[in-house]
Structures are given as structure tokens and as C-alpha cells.
């Protein structure tokens, strides 16, 4: 006897996609969110609960998202010369809510290029890094990223020059231009870069039932008053409205039920945070299933397969963590450039340092590497009143700094997304000592750059000064999150990496010996166990992670549900 | 969502007393002390203190007073630029969130009462020189904490106790929450019209 067909862990963009495929192919399945409900009404006709808003001090200041560090407490350390750990509190804290981490995205959703699954055979191995290949192409996934721009609803053009072939046009036009890179994306271009309008997630005008983005300015960080933004409202109304999907906010999911020989899932374990505290532990309830779907991001699914000793026969689970090691170039103008206060955080992007020319090869051979790749560099603005308050520190300038705002209205930012190689070491595993608030073993991430991070941000940081000098910004600087050097423990981003981009730590693979699932997402021990987020990740490419590891989902429970889309499938120019 | 009534058996005198709350002001004013009025006779960024920074952190130390806790503004829009009012009608939070933050808030209360008590109940009364000199003698985590809910109370929504009236966004030109009105895609890709940005 089974409660449903399948055990959704997560209802971020990943869970969303997976809980919305099998809902359409006929399966009843239950999502758990570990995380509250701020989204929408879990009951007929799901409509917006109406807790999202422009409020600086509940989203970047009290975790109204969640996770609460002081609950569910994270460490890091950046080698094991770090001791257990170097610090804890938030370590590239996702939210922990219905919809995950797509509720606080600016929604930026670019697809991979075709080299992005091949850099193993296409760049080549480098000295420290375990460079591969996807066991799947772009030619695989292709359908699926068709799929996922039009249930989620991407705006975008197809001027990216450098920009994988696709099978159709984008389901709507670009919205507005933010001034900022009306200026900076000309001085691109005159520079020799290629500026496009960026793939957006929110809409640009009304769609799927949902308005257009109203240009409110609180994007970045913040759940849409107004659903203008897809990723995964969407997604987790349709799964709702076809009357087969169940959402459980507040479960906790701590372990995954097995058949005596431990190949075959029965369900998923969970605890029911809606009771307590005060009335003892919260109880652990039980969900039945013939299927598991881990959609907890790259975080949290290793967490739950080492504390469950689910999945890790190779050795691999945690293993090949990657972020997006940044590069933040920012430039005051002499005048406002409303880039923290109007528009959706990022109209413009350009991917010109993924695809590389003859100085960034010289660069490379410079400092002895093959190749070095950087990333897709967003053209944004800055953070709200209070982030840049707090920058200033206390005294008497401070007043005038906030009226002059260098650091907020004329600041225009380029933040690149840089490619990280995977390395075993960096991983996350569980910390020894700490522990959450039920008891349960904290993650920790051990994380350090490859020296391919640091020549690549190196040599491409001045280029983007040299981009906002010549747009007309008075000053220019660059640093990287995490920091580097000795001034890194006084950064005001902190010491652990900002980028929120995070895969790679369960690698989908063609051999059960060096990786966690196979081609279709399955454990290679546990084969009805199938993961729909970004761990399974082979490389982290300089793109955002959403909208490939949306189009993943998709596929992986497409091909379990029996319903794959045409032109595509197991074994389909696979490599 | 709930009202922001008072929870039943609150004590309402609140959490700080007069002095401290005098000398709260007075902190957050030197922390982050008010603007010069500016030539063309734009309005002054005020101090965090006298534009209702003892009242945020009243209302912050004191949240459980309140049923809902008043930690998180409700949504989706404050009604200052269409919608109706939904900032004023708190969140809930569930027992595990309340727990968190019951301990969060115990702890900032008791740093508040310490450094307030060792400010002394003149430190309204010292000149700018005397009391930095004063505030040297507190513990530094203090000082950082007393900063950020300086700026969190001046530059956050005014439904959180601070920015009097708005009036810190006022004077760095900050239209604060705009939603559900937003900005026109004219106001975001053309803010200074047809004239350009003044080179």
C-alpha cells in the first residue's frame, strides 16, 4: 500500500517541475517543504496569499524565507586547515519555503551551450580539477529547455550571438530596459563585447494568467507582490490544480525508507514541524510511495543522502561542490543610474569571457593553465537604503554618503558568474559537532577556489572596469565573493561565496563507480530514487542554474513517468 | 495575518524605560547622526534617533507584545502606492520561528539594558566628543548590533517604528515601496526623459 506515487522533498524550481510533470502524466504525488507557506493558498483557486513585498528589513534582514540560522545553522570552512570549521550562520542560505530559492531570484534564466556538457572533450583537463563531460548533450536537453521557458514564462531575444541553437523563439519580448545598462551595454559594444538583453523570468507582459512585471525594484532577494515572476508560482498551481498534488509545508525530511535489501525506496520520513515547540520533539510521520523525487538543491539533497547513508557506494555524494566564484566590478557614475530602485535588478548580460579569445588564452598560458573560462556578467544595480547604510559604518559622514549614494543610485555593478571547477575536496558533508534544532547533523561546506578561478577573474576584471570607464563611471573597482587575501575576513560580504548558484554535489554520470545517478537522474543504488535539482550538475558553467536544472526535472521525471518529449530521451545523441 | 493588537496579559508600559529610551536616542543619533541642510533647501536626512529609532527598537524588543509578533510586515503593498494597507497587518509565525526569535530578541534585550546602563543616564546630555569616548568603553559586538538597527530603523519601512513619516527616504530621494504602482517602463529606461542623464 502505497499514499501516493511518488514523495516530492522540495518545491523549489526543481521540486515545482517535477511535482507539475507527474501531476500531468496521471501520478498523485506529495511535496514536502521543509520551509513555511508565504507563496499561495494550498486550496481551490490557489491564489496568492499576498505576503509578498518591497520590504527591505523582512527579506534581507529577518529571514522571513527562512532558513532561521539560529534553527537550522550551517558551517564552512575553506580546507581542513580550517579546523571543523572557520565559521557558522548563513552559508549560501537558498530560502527554505514553498517555491525555494526561485521566490527570492531576480529570475535570470539562461540555457547552457553546447560545450557547457562536453568540457572535458572540449577544453580539456586541468591539473587539480576533475573535468568531465555530462553523460548527456545539449541536443538531450534541448526540448526540455523549450518546455521549461514556457511553463515558467521566459522573456528574451535571440541576439546572443555565442547562444546555443534552440528549437523555438522565446515565449515573450524582453521588458524594460534598466537605464544603468542602457549606458553600459553601448560601452560593451564598443569594447568589442556582446551585450544581449538577459532571459528574464518574469513577465514582460500579461501571461499564463499572471501580469506583466510592474518595474518595482525590489527583484534581487524578494518574493513578487505580484506574480509577475514564474519560477515556480507556475509550476506549483498547475501541479495543485490537477488535483493530485498535495503541498506539506513545515516537513522536515529526514530519512528515506528502504526494502530489506536497500535498493528499492518505500517513502520518505519526515517531521512535522507544524507541532511545537513546547509539546516535546515534532512528531515523525511517514509518506508512502513508489517513488522519491530529492529536490532539496545541491545543499540540502547530499545532507539528507549522508545522514540517511542513501546513494554513496562511490564515494561521490557531496563531493565536486561548485558555486559561481564572483566577479563584482562596480562603477559610480556622476549622476543616478536608479539601478537599486526600478527595473527588475538585471536587463543585460553578456557571456563573451565563457566563450574566451586570444588574451584570455594568453592569460591562461601565462599562469600555466590550458584555458581558463569565466562567466556570464550580469549588468545591475545595487542593494536597497539599508544594505548601503550598513556599508558606510557609523559617524558623522554618513548622512551625506546616503544622500550622495555612490554606493547605491550611481552605482552600476557587474557581477560575473564565474565558472568553478569541480574539485572532490570541495564538498558538503556533516558538520561533527553542530546540529539543528531537532537534533539533526548540520552541512558543512568545505569550499577554495582553483587557481582557474582566480587567473580567470584576474584577467577579466579589468576589462569590466575598463567597460564602466568607458560608459562614464567616475571610479571603478573590483573584488570577488568570497574574498580573497588578507583583508577576506573583513569583507563585508563575509567569507563563505554570496553566489547562491550551487551544484554538483550528487554528479550524474555514465559508471555507478565515480558518480551518484545515472543519466536519468536515478541513484545508482536505489534506482526508483530519482534527483531533480543542481546537484547533479558535472560542471558549473558561467550560467545561472535555474533554468537548466528546471529543464532536468523535467526530463528525469518525464522519462520516469514514461511521457518523454519527442526528439529526445535515453540515449539520444548522447555522448 | 492578524491585527496588530496587543496579546493578552502584554505589559504596556513597554520594554525600555524613559531614560533608557532617551538614551537610545541619543545612541543611534551619534551612530548615525542627522545630515546637513542642504543649499538648495532640500530636507535633511534626519538622525536615526529622532526619527523613531527608540520606537523600532521598542517595537522590536517588545514584538511579543503583539499577536501576531510584530517581526514580519504583512504584504503585498502598503497602499502608499495603490492596494490597500497590508504592511500594517503583521505575519504569523509558526512555533519553531517564535522560538528562534524569542531567543534572538531575549539576547538583544539584555545587550540593550547592559549598554544602555553603562552609557549612563547623561549620555543624552554629552557633547559629539564625549560620547564617542563613551561609546569606546562598550563591547564592540554591541556597537555593530546598535549600527545595523540604526540603519534597519531609519532606512526601513516606517511600519517597523522608524523613519518618521518617511522622512529618511524623502531626503535620499527614495520613493521606498512602490508596488503594486511600480514604474513605468518610460520611468526605468528613461528616468531623466528626453533630455538624457546631466553629463
Known sequence: ?575 | MGDPSRAEGSNNEGILDHAERRTLVALFDTLVPPGPVSDDGSPAVPGAGAAGGDRYVEALLGAFEFDPPRIWAGGPSSGRHGGEDGFSSFLELSGWEARAWRERITGWTEQYRTALAKLGVDFADLDPGERRARLSTLDPAFCELAFEHACESLYGDPVYGGNDDGRAWTAIDFRGDTAPAGWTDAEVTHPYGSNGPPW
Request: with cysteine; proline share 8%.
Open chain 1, 1 to 575: 500500500m502505497t499514499d501516493c506515487d511518488a514523495v516530492i522533498i522540495g518545491s523549489g524550481p526543481g521540486g515545482a517541475t517535477a511535482a507539475h510533470t507527474l501531476t500531468r502524466a496521471g501520478w498523485d504525488v506529495v511535496v514536502l517543504e521543509k520551509g513555511r507557506n508565504h507563496l499561495l493558498e494550498l486550496e481551490a483557486p490557489y491564489g496568492p496569499l499576498g505576503h509578498m513585498s518591497n520590504d527591505e528589513i523582512k527579506f534581507t534582514r529577518r529571514h522571513v524565507l527562512g532558513p532561521d540560522p539560529m534553527l537550522e545553522p550551517r558551517s564552512f570552512r575553506r580546507d581542513e586547515s580550517d579546523g571543523d570549521r572557520l565559521y557558522v550562520g548563513d552559508v549560501n542560505n537558498l530560502p527554505s519555503t514553498v517555491g525555494g530559492g526561485g521566490v527570492h531570484a531576480d529570475g535570470k534564466l539562461p540555457r547552457f551551450r553546447e560545450d557547457d556538457f562536453a568540457l572535458l572533450s572540449t577544453k580539456g583537463a586541468i591539473d587539480g580539477a576533475d573535468v568531465i563531460d555530462w553523460p548527456i548533450s545539449y541536443a538531450d536537453l534541448e526540448p526540455y529547455y523549450t518546455e521549461a521557458e514556457r511553463l515558467i514564462g521566459v522573456a528574451g531575444e535571440e541576439t546572443n550571438p555565442f547562444a546555443a541553437w534552440r528549437s523555438g523563439p522565446y515565449p515573450m519580448p524582453p521588458g524594460a530596459d534598466m537605464f544603468g545598462a542602457t549606458l553600459t551595454a553601448p560601452a560593451a559594444e564598443r569594447l568589442g563585447l556582446h551585450p544581449y538583453r538577459a532571459p528574464t523570468g518574469a513577465n514582460s507582459i500579461p501571461y499564463d494568467g499572471r501580469p506583466a512585471c510592474v518595474n518595482c525594484g525590489f527583484c534581487g532577494y524578494y518574493g513578487c507582490p505580484v506574480e509577475a515572476k514564474g519560477d515556480p508560482v507556475a509550476l506549483l498551481r498547475a501541479a495543485l490544480g490537477s488535483g493530485r498534488c498535495r503541498i506539506i509545508p513545515e516537513a522536515l525530511a529526514v530519512g528515506v525508507t528502504r526494502s530489506r535489501n536497500g535498493r528499492t525506496a518505500t517513502g520518505v520520513r519526515y517531521l512535522d514541524l507544524s507541532v511545537g515547540p513546547g509539546t516535546g520533539d515534532p512528531p515523525e510521520r511517514e509518506i508512502r510511495s513508489r517513488y522519491v523525487v530529492l529536490a532539496g538543491g545541491a545543499f540540502e539533497t547530499p545532507r539528507l543522502l549522508l545522514r540517511d547513508d542513501l546513494g554513496n557506494s562511490s564515494d561521490q555524494v557531496g563531493r565536486n561542490l561548485m558555486v559561481h566564484f564572483q566577479t563584482l566590478t562596480a562603477g559610480a557614475f556622476p549622476f543616478r543610474v536608479f539601478g537599486a530602485s526600478r527595473g527588475r535588478s538585471v536587463t543585460h548580460v553578456h557571456d563573451d569571457h565563457i566563450v574566451g579569445d586570444d588574451a584570455q588564452d594568453a592569460a591562461a598560458r601565462a599562469a600555466g593553465l590550458p584555458w581558463i573560462r569565466g562567466g556570464l556578467v550580469e549588468h545591475g544595480g545595487a542593494a536597497g537604503p539599508i544594505q548601503e547604510a550598513l556599508i558606510y559604518g557609523p559617524g558623522e559622514h554618513h548622512p551625506v554618503a546616503m544622500v550622495d549614494s555612490s554606493l547605491r543610485e550611481r552605482l552600476w555593478v557587474f557581477t560575473m558568474q564565474g565558472e568553478d571547477l569541480a574539485r572532490p575536496d570541495n564538498r558538503i558533508d556533516l558538520d561533527p559537532n553542530l546540529r539543528d534544532a531537532w537534533g539533526g547533523p548540520a552541512g558543512r561546506m568545505t569550499w577554495s577556489p582553483h587557481r582557474h578561478e582566480l587567473v580567470a577573474s584576474a584577467h577579466i576584471g579589468p576589462i569590466l572596469e575598463e567597460v564602466l570607464r568607458n560608459a562614464g563611471a567616475e571610479w571603478a573597482v573590483t573584488s570577488t565573493s568570497p574574498p580573497i587575501g588578507p583583508d577576506a575576513a573583513r569583507h563585508p560580504m563575509g567569507l563563505p561565496p554570496a553566489s547562491r548558484h550551487i551544484v554538483g554535489t550528487a554528479r550524474m554520470g555514465h559508471r555507478a563507480e565515480d558518480s551518484v545517478v545515472d543519466a536519468e537522474g536515478r541513484l545508482w543504488d536505489c534506482p526508483n530514487v530519482v534527483i531533480c535539482d543542481s546537484s547533479v550538475f558535472c560542471t558549473s558553467t558561467g550560467y545561472g542554474p535555474t533554468l537548466t536544472l528546471v529543464a532536468l526535472a523535467a526530463r528525469t521525471t518525464r522519462l520516469l513517468a514514461g511521457t518523454p518529449l519527442s526528439g529526445a530521451g535515453p540515449g539520444s545523441d548522447r555522448r
